[in-house]
């Protein structure tokens, strides 16, 4: 069964920094692209990061180029989302996501991680 | 980037009878592969979203086949043929065909 847990969420200020992470099992890690989507509270999703199997493509959304980094370790199954310059409009539902049926599309998700940044 | 819209933004059903959304996009989804990378996602109150519909119609193991999905190039519909309570949720359009993806607004399902 495959399986997505992420940690690291919680409150941090405007300016701050958080990095979430995304266990993975169930499946072979290192042969699937691995994504992040957001959630702002009571608003639709937001795809924010993608980044291919060795780590070498990646890809964001506008609105965090130059303040966030995806990044992965195919050795831990685990995926990173490291957010620095953290603003109030980032506070969300941060989901680890992933399409390991071919589909193109997320058929995995994981529960999601709380960010809120304020002061 | 690819602006996906749906409509209606929100849809009151009575169970047993038809449901429609529709999602259109700004340009065309067809991939240099000839796909066409259009999904739907349900979510279901304090649950994440759950993939339902990929490649415009093709439906995931498991998923009811009161669920379809149809259309092409730039205009696509989610059809529930018969609602029940647990489709209660907001629905989601999807576009993987190039980056940035794109999500559309939500249409929120209620009985």
């Known amino acids: 069964e495959v399986q997505l847990a992420e940690s690291g969420g919680g409150l941090v200020q405007p300016g701050g920094s958080l990095r979430l992470s995304c266990t993975a099992s169930g499946f072979t890690f290192s042969s699937y692209w691995m994504s992040w989507v957001r959630q702002a509270p009571g608003k639709g999703l937001e795809w924010v990061a993608s980044l291919n199997q060795d780590g070498s493509g990646k890809y964001y959304v506008d609105s965090v180029k130059g303040r966030f980094t995806i990044s992965r370790d195919n050795a831990k199954n685990s995926l990173y989302l490291q957010m620095n310059s953290l603003r109030a409009e980032d506070t969300a539902i941060f989901y680890c996501?992933?399409?390991?049926?071919?589909?193109?599309?997320?058929?995995?998700w994981g529960q999601g991680a709380l960010v809120t940044v304020s002061s | 980037d690819i602006v996906m819209t749906q409509t209606p933004l929100s849809s009151p059903v009575t169970p047993g009878q038809p449901a429609s959304i529709s999602c259109r996009s700004s340009?065309?989804?067809?991939?240099?592969?000839?796909?066409?990378?259009l999904s739907w996602l349900q979510q279901r109150p304090g649950q994440p979203p759950r993939l339902l519909i990929y490649k415009i119609s093709k439906r995931l193991s498991g998923v009811p086949d009161r669920f379809s999905g149809s259309g092409a190039g730039t205009d696509f519909t989610l059809k529930i043929s018969r609602v029940e309570a647990e489709d209660v949720g907001v629905y989601y359009c999807m576009q993987a065909t190039q980056f940035p993806l794109t999500f559309g607004g939500g249409t929120k399902v209620e009985i």
């Open positions: 996501a992933t399409d390991v049926m071919g589909t193109w599309a997320y058929d995995s």
């Open positions: 340009q065309s989804l067809v991939h240099s592969d000839g796909n066409t990378y």
